[in-house]
Protein backbone atom coordinates (compact mmCIF):
# COMPACT_ATOMS: atom_id res chain seq x y z
CA UNK A 1 0.00 0.00 0.00
CA UNK A 2 0.95 3.51 -1.08
CA UNK A 3 -0.63 5.04 1.72
CA UNK A 4 -4.00 7.16 1.19
CA UNK A 5 -4.59 11.21 -0.02
CA UNK A 6 -6.48 13.43 2.03
CA UNK A 7 -9.38 13.29 -0.79
CA UNK A 8 -9.42 9.46 0.38
CA UNK A 9 -10.85 10.01 3.69
CA UNK A 10 -14.20 10.38 4.30
CA UNK A 11 -15.51 12.51 7.49
CA UNK A 12 -16.80 9.79 9.78
CA UNK A 13 -15.39 6.90 8.23
CA UNK A 14 -14.27 4.37 11.36
CA UNK A 15 -10.50 2.92 11.10
CA UNK A 16 -10.02 0.08 13.28
CA UNK A 17 -6.57 -0.76 13.71
CA UNK A 18 -4.96 -3.98 14.94
CA UNK A 19 -5.31 -5.08 18.91
CA UNK A 20 -1.91 -4.49 21.12
CA UNK A 21 -1.62 -7.53 23.56
CA UNK A 22 0.46 -5.90 26.63
CA UNK A 23 1.80 -7.78 29.13
CA UNK A 24 4.22 -6.94 32.22
CA UNK A 25 7.41 -7.06 30.56
CA UNK A 26 5.97 -5.12 27.74
CA UNK A 27 4.89 -2.62 30.47
CA UNK A 28 8.01 -2.69 32.64
CA UNK A 29 10.18 -2.90 29.58
CA UNK A 30 9.04 0.62 28.13
CA UNK A 31 8.39 2.17 31.54
CA UNK A 32 12.07 1.74 32.45
CA UNK A 33 13.12 3.19 29.48
CA UNK A 34 10.73 6.58 29.35
CA UNK A 35 8.46 6.44 32.32
CA UNK A 36 10.22 4.97 35.37
CA UNK A 37 7.78 5.41 38.30
CA UNK A 38 7.24 2.73 40.73
CA UNK A 39 3.32 2.39 39.21
CA UNK A 40 4.88 1.19 35.90
CA UNK A 41 8.14 -0.25 36.90
CA UNK A 42 7.88 -1.99 40.20
CA UNK A 43 5.55 -4.65 41.13
CA UNK A 44 5.65 -4.54 44.54
CA UNK A 45 5.34 -0.80 44.85
CA UNK A 46 2.70 -0.86 42.14
CA UNK A 47 0.79 -3.74 44.13
CA UNK A 48 0.21 -1.05 46.96
CA UNK A 49 0.00 1.71 44.86
CA UNK A 50 -3.38 3.62 43.84
CA UNK A 51 -4.23 1.50 40.99
CA UNK A 52 -3.53 -1.90 43.28
CA UNK A 53 -1.01 -3.34 40.85
CA UNK A 54 1.48 -2.86 37.95
CA UNK A 55 -0.12 -0.08 34.86
CA UNK A 56 0.99 0.43 31.58
CA UNK A 57 2.44 4.26 30.99
CA UNK A 58 0.04 6.25 29.25
CA UNK A 59 2.54 7.76 26.80
CA UNK A 60 2.88 3.22 26.04
CA UNK A 61 -0.73 3.56 24.94
CA UNK A 62 -0.70 6.33 22.83
CA UNK A 63 2.68 5.26 21.21
CA UNK A 64 1.29 1.84 20.70
CA UNK A 65 -1.78 3.07 19.64
CA UNK A 66 -0.38 5.03 17.23
CA UNK A 67 2.17 2.60 15.70
CA UNK A 68 -0.47 0.03 15.60
CA UNK A 69 -2.10 2.74 13.07
CA UNK A 70 0.79 3.70 11.24
CA UNK A 71 1.27 -0.12 10.40
CA UNK A 72 -1.73 -0.28 8.81
CA UNK A 73 -0.27 1.71 5.87
CA UNK A 74 -2.19 4.83 5.63
CA UNK A 75 0.58 6.85 5.75
CA UNK A 76 3.10 5.51 3.56
CA UNK A 77 3.99 8.29 1.38
CA UNK A 78 1.78 10.39 1.98
CA UNK A 79 1.97 11.82 5.34
CA UNK A 80 3.92 15.20 5.30
CA UNK A 81 4.09 15.61 9.31
CA UNK A 82 1.81 15.55 12.45
CA UNK A 83 1.80 19.04 13.97
CA UNK A 84 0.56 17.33 17.08
CA UNK A 85 -1.84 16.02 19.41
CA UNK A 86 -4.55 17.24 21.55
CA UNK A 87 -7.19 16.44 25.07
CA UNK A 88 -5.18 13.14 25.50
CA UNK A 89 -7.26 11.33 28.04
CA UNK A 90 -6.20 8.36 29.95
CA UNK A 91 -9.22 7.01 30.91
CA UNK A 92 -8.73 3.90 32.57
CA UNK A 93 -5.61 1.96 33.50
CA UNK A 94 -4.09 -0.54 31.10
CA UNK A 95 -2.78 -3.83 32.96
CA UNK A 96 -0.98 -6.62 32.22
CA UNK A 97 -2.94 -9.27 30.19
CA UNK A 98 -5.43 -6.35 28.47
CA UNK A 99 -5.78 -6.18 24.80
CA UNK A 100 -5.73 -2.70 23.62
CA UNK A 101 -7.69 -1.74 19.97
CA UNK A 102 -7.74 1.72 18.45
CA UNK A 103 -10.98 2.80 17.11
CA UNK A 104 -10.08 5.79 14.74
CA UNK A 105 -12.40 8.56 13.37
CA UNK A 106 -12.37 11.06 10.81
CA UNK A 107 -13.27 13.73 11.88
CA UNK A 108 -12.37 15.81 9.43
CA UNK A 109 -10.48 15.69 6.20
CA UNK A 110 -9.72 18.95 4.15
CA UNK A 111 -7.79 20.04 1.69
CA UNK A 112 -5.35 23.23 2.08
CA UNK A 113 -7.01 26.37 0.51
CA UNK A 114 -3.37 27.83 0.78
CA UNK A 115 -1.01 24.76 -0.27
CA UNK A 116 -3.06 23.03 -1.93
CA UNK A 117 -0.77 19.88 -2.54
CA UNK A 118 -2.00 18.73 0.82
CA UNK A 119 -4.77 18.73 3.31
CA UNK A 120 -5.42 18.38 7.07
CA UNK A 121 -6.54 14.99 8.02
CA UNK A 122 -8.39 15.06 12.45
CA UNK A 123 -8.57 11.37 13.51
CA UNK A 124 -10.54 10.99 16.93
CA UNK A 125 -9.19 8.32 18.75
CA UNK A 126 -11.12 5.55 21.25
CA UNK A 127 -8.32 3.15 22.59
CA UNK A 128 -10.79 0.19 23.89
CA UNK A 129 -9.57 -2.89 26.19
CA UNK A 130 -10.58 -6.47 25.55
CA UNK A 131 -13.78 -6.02 27.16
CA UNK A 132 -14.46 -2.53 25.01
CA UNK A 133 -14.00 -0.22 27.46
CA UNK A 134 -12.66 3.21 26.70
CA UNK A 135 -9.16 3.20 27.98
CA UNK A 136 -7.86 6.21 25.99
CA UNK A 137 -8.94 8.88 24.12
CA UNK A 138 -6.94 11.75 22.14
CA UNK A 139 -7.65 13.85 18.78
CA UNK A 140 -4.56 14.27 16.29
CA UNK A 141 -3.67 16.57 13.18
CA UNK A 142 -1.70 15.36 10.40
CA UNK A 143 -0.69 16.86 6.95
CA UNK A 144 -0.93 14.72 4.36
CA UNK A 145 -0.30 14.64 0.85
CA UNK A 146 -3.04 16.07 -1.71
CA UNK A 147 -3.45 13.75 -4.61
CA UNK A 148 -3.70 16.09 -7.45
CA UNK A 149 -1.66 18.57 -5.43
Known sequence: MSGRYIEDYTVGEVIVAPSISFDEDYIIGFAQEYDPQGIHIDRDYAENGPFSGLIASGFQTVAASFASFLRMGYFVETSLAGPGMDEIRWVKPVRPGDSLTPHITVAEARVSKSKP????????????????ETVLTMSSMTMIKARNG
Open 117 to 132: DRGILHLAWDVRNQDG
